[in-house]
């Protein structure tokens, strides 16, 4: 691509506002912004909006990943101000107020930095090769088809010192994330793995790992829930580790800081994520967790035009001195705010209005009717079944879509029914013959670390 | 893998028939065969069975893979006499009576060799680099992606001409596979298109070409069902090029034997089958079509033990000279026919019968309310809305498990009232980080030809 091409966008009166970034704060801000008076892109490396939330179901076979993800261009179909590329900031010239593509250079009025978070693997090069992220759907659908893959494998593999590498899921990361998935693996085990694999000493031979740096699971829940999530993951047979952490993994053995080992060649890492801010922004725009520190109107430090949002943006609150915790609701919460001072923009004498977290509480399910709500006003401390029961409303009533709705709640309430996903599916992406170059392949692998 | 590792299967009393290939056949021989008393093994290079007559709505992205695939493990959960083994047979060795696999060798008493067929391209190896096969979900797929990747693609590339080759779509082969993908995505291009990609003029620029080599599409329908479909297909607006051949493609440029071409990127191919059989078997057993010989017990000509059924399978019978049409229908009637002679052959005094097809129809999907159904007894040629409810019903019972009948039930409908499905989702595979050895990404290449 020659570096002078300019990606082709029509040319408009309007100011153009460029979303990088199409999670929740940067969805939630180009449908405030649809129909305003702005030419709005959005970029994003996927053609679909991702719901995070569900990565794990999707992990254990209980989702298809089209049932969590949407795509752009349907939810942008009557918006005529809205204009969708799918593609990746390689760079920023912020003295030229310019972005370069690989579809071409864009030039941009105001920029708008929602990239996201990414995996933190602290700078273990062994961890980062052999551990298994869960940060995308295509990620989790990964895992899924990892762990089914090997316990294929591991009926045919004599000897129960082997088959344990291939059998068991060390899951390093106490968070919603690791619960989550920890608690649902757990319940595979119980309820689907004995009956698929008859051949199998499931009950014996099967265990999940869950490994903790800290002394609680669930870190930033209340106390009450944290004690509440690890009962119930212990409940459930899932081993926790507190106070553990992992030093090494080389794929087949997960090594442990006070220096014991778990055989296992599946690893998931859900133990820390970083800032993923696009390359070409001053130094000293990159704060605490590689994230972009912003004023209170969202205006990365030592910029002009630029905006950071949702989990890359680093903000200090009064209530929250440390920044905001990297979860879906601050970043949908921070696109409506600079939405709205957008908008209020085009109206003459309008300040702009600083913004102010609402925190409306954290969930997380562990099982079928396990789950754990905090709700801080008025302050609430949910479990059991109707902390699970509110989780599936509210995970139903923000998935995007009505027909992804209606699939979810289907397979939501047939997976409860009969405790038996029928997803168990390796579907395998089909690869182009041999010696040749494929852009679909090609795009697939660039996209890769 | 050492060569005289043995695959681990429980050892039995009882006699033991091997299955290779879940398909239409090879997963009806298991399903009547459960509970009886053999051991079966059924070895697939899937853990899944493929519904195949769906597959063109998984590349035009109107069903998810999921909704039109089945776990095997699901489906004989209960049945303690069925072992399944994901993974391929990589040699024969019949005196012995023992298959080669990369888990192990596997000894057998009776084998069913239900291997299907794969895509002919006629040896032209430059159609083969560069043409779409639609033999699995995966491929299917892999359409679907590198579709919307194109139109992605279009967008930002100037120019009428270099835009043809990504938007134009062509399909070579006038049977029920390529009519029914053509028609969708015509449909597709008329209903979808406009609103996804309002900055393409999709009526100018996006063509859909059918190439067929005779003078019908639907070749071994009645005349009235072909010349219908023929006319269904036009009033679509696909460009049917009939007594027409592709002679060479570049991935750029469709060449016909009159010397004119057709710039387009994507080709797809459902011009031929072949049959697939095991390496290993005596060269007088395979016949036309790379098929092999039975005998009307579905022996395979100068082995013993050793027998085919569905379309690897060649048998000539009275109405049926030059062997039955490579459909579901002769497969699942096949795998009936032969487990009863295996459970006859359980009885005393019982003597094997004869295969004999009875011929149910045909039915082939254009559109909405457009489609061909082909009753032969009594004759009945319908078309129309009629024709296409028709379809649909067969095709609803047909789907195996009721959760995968209500997704598609679904999907249908939302699709029928919206003209808009939500699957418009490029999800690429996860692959894993540079320079790493991943066995899944290993097993995923070897796969392919």
New interface residues.
Partial sequence: MDPTTK??I?ESHRERIVIIGGGFGGLQMARKLSRQDYQVVLIDK???HQFQPLFYQVAMAGL???SI???F??LF??Q?NI?I??TEVTSLDAEKKMLQTP??HCNYDHLIIATGADTNFFGNENI???AIPMK????A??IR??I??DY?DA????GYDLRQELVDIVIVGGGPTGVELAGSLAEMKTHVLP?????LDVEAEVDIYLIQSGDVVLKGFSDESSARALKNLRDLGVKVLLNSRVTDFDGKLVHLKDGSTIPAQKMIWAAGIKGNPIPGLPEGAVTYGNRLAVDRFHRVQGTEDIYAIGDVAYMEEEDFPKGHPQVAQVAIQMGTNLAKNFKLRLREGKEPQPFSYNDKGSMATIGRAKAVVDIPKPELHLGGFVAWFLWLVVHLFAIL?T??K??VF?NWV?NYINY?Q???????????????DN??FA???Q???
């Fill in positions: 990606i082709n029509p996927n053609n679909y298809e990943p089209s993800v949407f795509p261009r349907k179909q009557r005529k204009f590329r799918v579809l071409g980062r090769r052999h995308s759907v295509s990620e659908l990964y088809n990892h089914l893959d294929e009926l045919t593999t004599p009956k698929d694999y008859p051949e879509g027909r992804n209606v699939f289907l047939t038996n029928s997803l168990r599916l390796i579907i395998k992406p089909h690869l182009p013959p041999k010696g040749e852009k679909i795009k697939t692998t996209g890769q670390a």
